[in-house]
Structure formats: C-alpha cells, structure tokens
Nanobody
Framework: QVQLVESGGGLVQAGGSLRLSCAASGRTFSSYVMGWFRQAPGKEREFVAAIKWSGGMTHYADSVKGRFAISTDNAKKTVYLQMDSLKPEDTAIYYC??????????????????WGQGTQVTVSS
C-alpha cells in the first residue's frame, strides 16, 4: 500500500509563487512516475506535470511550461512542484499521484494508481 500526502497550498497573489510537496510512504519502487494534477470547480481533473522517479525524466502541460518545475528528493521520498508566476487560472485543488507501471509518462488520471487528498491553491488577481 502507498500513501501520498500533499502540503504547501494556500492563497497567493497573481505573479507570486508556491511550492507544493507530496510525501510518499509505504511500498517503494525504483521505476515509477509521480504526477501532479489539478481540478478547478466544474472542470475535469487535468494533468500538470510528472517526473520519473529514477532518471528524472519530466513532462509538463503546455499551460505551465516555463512557470512550474517538478523535482524529487529521493531520500525523503518526496516530490515537489515549484509554481512561479502564478495566474488566477491556476486556482484549483492540486493532487499528487503515483503510477506504478511506468511505460510512458502518463497524462490522464486513469493511468495513475494512488492519489493524495489534494491541497487547495488559490491565486487572487
């Protein structure tokens, strides 16, 4: 079993920054993908970014490229999402997720096996 716990959300003004963290516990794997998704009210959950735990391969949604950066701390089993130049349209609940069966970096929720509880990010204009 795997548990994922997000933290770091909050309220920030447009143009500001936040760093989200997702700590993993339970089983550990050397070849899997950690991803971040977000869901705004009335919208579907959408892909934000993902990273392959070993090797560091990353992938970003076009809407966040150049503004967000995903990284890992292997010793702490934690994945981070550094969010800079935040915009009001980034407002959403942000979820981290784990894909145990890496073939390619997945960009749909169905490809991920475990989910955190979510953390709210609100960007004011």
């Amino acid at each position: 079993q795997v548990q994922l716990v997000e933290s770091g959300g909050g309220l920030v003004q447009a143009g500001g920054s936040l760093r989200l963290s997702c700590a993993a516990s339970g089983r550990t794997f050397s070849s899997y993908v950690m991803g971040w998704f977000r869901q705004a009210p009335g919208k579907e959950r959408e892909f934000v970014a993902a990273i392959k735990w070993s090797g560091g391969m990353t992938h970003y949604a076009d809407s966040v490229k150049g503004r967000f950066a995903i990284s890992t701390d292997n010793a702490k089993k934690t994945v981070y999402l550094q969010m800079d130049s935040l915009k009001p349209e980034d407002t959403a609940i942000y979820y981290c997720a784990l894909d145990l069966n890496f073939v390619v970096i997945g960009t749909t929720p169905a490809e991920y096996d475990y989910w955190g509880q979510g953390t709210q990010v609100t960007v004011s204009s």
